[in-house]
């Protein structure tokens, strides 16, 4: 499978940025970024925050509370944009609204290693593609772990040329 992710650098950070259209409008997308109940069918792991206020501190869980760390809202503008860290590296959401109440997200992670790039592409390919099934109402479990879908598009990356070389769990 082709790869739908590209590779960049912001300000010298290795970064991944992801386009994709949707059907809906940019409110609904906005919940599945900022819902906990709602990121559950897509993200990778299960997301906490007292609220969305910037500097509001977000924790990440995949078995046990908080064992996935810590981050921080850095924006948090309905229905548009949000931003939040995690690790060190920053995710950024950006909703626009397109003609008849079709929405375009992108969304741009900011990593710290840029071996870990294919990697983590071939990670948010497949969570985005579970985004898009929670809104067109067929959520699925966020996909997690090395499993055939994944190593497609982790190769479609590594032949696509994206860094690559972090190590691979699973």
């Known amino acids: 499978m082709s ?3 590209s590779y960049l650098e912001i300000d010298g950070r290795p970064a991944l940025r992801f386009v994709r259209d949707y059907g809906h409008p940019a409110e609904r997308v906005f919940a599945l970024l900022t819902d906990p109940a709602e990121l559950a069918h897509w993200f990778p792991a299960r997301v906490a925050t007292a609220s969305w206020d910037p500097g509001a501190t977000v924790t990440y869980t995949f078995e ?3 064992d996935g760390g810590t981050g921080e809202v850095l924006a948090h503008e309905p229905p548009h944009r949000v931003g939040f860290s995690w690790g ?5 959401f ?7 109440g079709r ?6 992670h900011l990593m710290t290693e840029r071996d870990a790039a294919s990697r983590n592409a071939a990670g948010w390919d497949l969570c985005l593609d579970a985004l898009g099934a929670a809104l067109d109402g ?5 996909p997690g772990g090395r499993t055939p879908a994944w190593e497609e598009r982790y190769q479609g990356y590594l032949a696509a040329g994206v860094p690559s070389g972090a190590p691979i769990l699973g």
Not at 88 to 92: D, H, K, R, V
Not at 103 to 108: D, G, K, W
Not at 138 to 142: H, V
């Open 3 to 5: 790869p739908t992710g």
């Open 64 to 66: 046990t509370d908080g």
């Open 88 to 92: 060190g590296e920053e995710l950024w």
């Open 94 to 100: 950006a909703v626009e609204t397109l003609q008849d």
């Open 103 to 108: 929405s375009r997200l992108t969304f741009t």
């Open 138 to 142: 067929s959520p699925t479990r966020a």
